[in-house]
């Protein structure tokens, strides 16, 4: 009999164990697959930091690349590989392709000096009613100026305050196209669709030449006597570079430059950037 309790207590305790034993598998198991997902985790933030830092090295490359063939043709704009008209070129760096495109400031409209009939058709052509175009004309014209004097259409101190904003307009000309986003009225889709063909480089000089096929138009189709029209190359350029990578992210750099050939560094930068950009998963 005691044999027998002695044997159904051995087959017990081996039970417990195995039970035990395989728990401790389970538990390992768990600790393996939660290093293992770590792991790639870790690798893929590591793989996702490695390509967007190529893919920013790539645009801030292909900004250098323009500015290299602005400084060797300053004036030679037939032999430039990259036109300062707004053309996209592809240029490829490493394992990242870029997309060039470089504009001449004199091919857009001077947010300081355009009368504000030909401000009005710009806002109409991108969407925006003759009536609310105008009226926003009017309010930037104010926004610029020194004086209080609210044109027709137009906002003046007063109006800022009765709209509940916590500013005014600047009574001063504008020093970034930033600045056109505080002009009362204006929306964030208006000023999307306008800021491309603003400048605030060209003091107030147009090269219709330059000036992309929508901002010709404009300018064809009405006079403007106060316009200074000239067919000479200007010395300030906006320059975008958009670079994807190979696992799908971008990384896109804006810059201003201005070309003073004359002087020992020939090339001063005027605004430097980081546009929208998008990152792998």
């Known amino acids: 009999m005691q044999q027998l309790h002695r044997r159904a207590w051995d087959r017990r305790e081996d039970g417990v164990a195995l039970i035990a034993v395989l ?19 870790d690798a ?42 707004g053309t996209v070129y592809s240029w490829q760096f490493a394992h990242c392709l870029v997309r060039l495109s470089v504009q001449d400031e004199r091919g857009k409209i001077d947010l300081n000096q355009a009368p504000e009939a030909l401000l009005a058709g710009l ?22 100026d020194a004086d209080n004097l609210r044109r027709l259409n137009g906002a003046e101190e007063a109006d800022y305050r009765a709209a509940g904003v916590a500013w005014g307009p600047k009574n ?10 505080q002009v009362l009225g204006m929306t964030s889709e208006t000023y999307e669709r306008t800021a491309p063909y603003l400048t605030v480089y060209s003091l107030g000089v147009i090269n219709p030449a330059l000036a992309d096929a ?21 010395l300030v350029f906006s320059i975008r570079a958009e670079a994807k990578g190979s696992r799908d992210s971008t990384f896109i750099r804006e810059s201003v430059v201005q070309l003073d050939p004359a002087e020992t560094v020939p090339v001063r930068i005027l605004d430097w950037r980081q546009g929208k950009s998008k990152s792998p998963r």
């Open 123 to 144: 806002i109409e052509s991108v969407g925006v009613d003759r009536g609310r175009a105008q009226a926003l004309a009017d309010a930037i014209a104010d926004f610029r």
């Open 172 to 181: 001063a000309p504008f020093q970034s196209i930033e600045e056109l986003q």
């Open 44 to 85: 893929r933030i590591a793989r996702n930091t490695a390509d967007n830092a190529a893919v920013r090295a790539a645009a801030d490359a292909g900004i250098q690349r323009a500015i290299l063939d602005l400084i060797s043709f300053p004036k030679a704009t037939d032999t430039r590989q990259f036109h300062a008209d």
């Open 214 to 234: 929508h901002l010709g138009g404009i300018i064809r189709q009405a006079s403007f006597n106060s316009l200074i029209l000239s067919n000479s190359p200007g």
């Open 23 to 41: 728990w401790v598998l389970i538990l390992l198991s768990i600790v393996v697959a939660l290093l293992s997902l770590e792991t790639q985790s």
